[in-house]
């Protein structure tokens, strides 16, 4: 069983900036970020995969959002700038085994989670 112990989240307002943070018991193929705001559906924020660094995005987040790892320490972290309301939601952290390409966007493809932290944007 993999555990994933995340940290970082909080509130800013818009135009702000969080680093979320990650840290993995051991190394899967590969981590990402869902996020889920109330009464909504769980959705993929982005993903990196361990072994060459490869990293997906969710449109909405392209251009203001990175996600990186440190191998050393089995972390992976979300850094968000230019935050916006509508990024205000519960903010997950997830590993997966043998996640294809078509699969890296489904939360359902990911067998491991953490406990989640919220990021709440306003002014």
């Known amino acids: 069983q993999v555990q994933l112990v995340e940290s970082g989240g909080g509130w800013v307002q818009p135009g702000g900036s969080l680093r979320l943070s990650c840290v993995a018991s051991?190394?899967?193929?590969?981590m990402g970020w869902f996020r889920q705001a109330p009464e909504k559906e769980r959705e993929f924020v982005a993903v990196?995969?361990?072994?060459?660094?490869?990293?997906y995005y969710r449109d909405s987040v392209k251009g203001r959002f990175t996600i990186a790892r440190d191998s050393t320490k089995n972390t992976v972290f979300l850094q968000m700038n230019n935050l916006k309301p509508e990024d205000t939601a519960t903010y997950y952290c997830?590993?997966?085994?043998?996640?294809?390409?078509?699969?890296?966007?489904?939360?359902?493809?990911?067998?491991?989670w953490g406990q989640g932290t919220p990021v709440t944007i306003s002014s």
């Open positions: 997830a590993a997966g085994r043998r996640l294809i390409q078509s699969s890296l966007g489904r939360a359902s493809a990911y067998q491991y």
């Open positions: 990196i995969r361990w072994n060459g660094g490869s990293t």
């Open positions: 051991e190394r899967t193929d590969a």
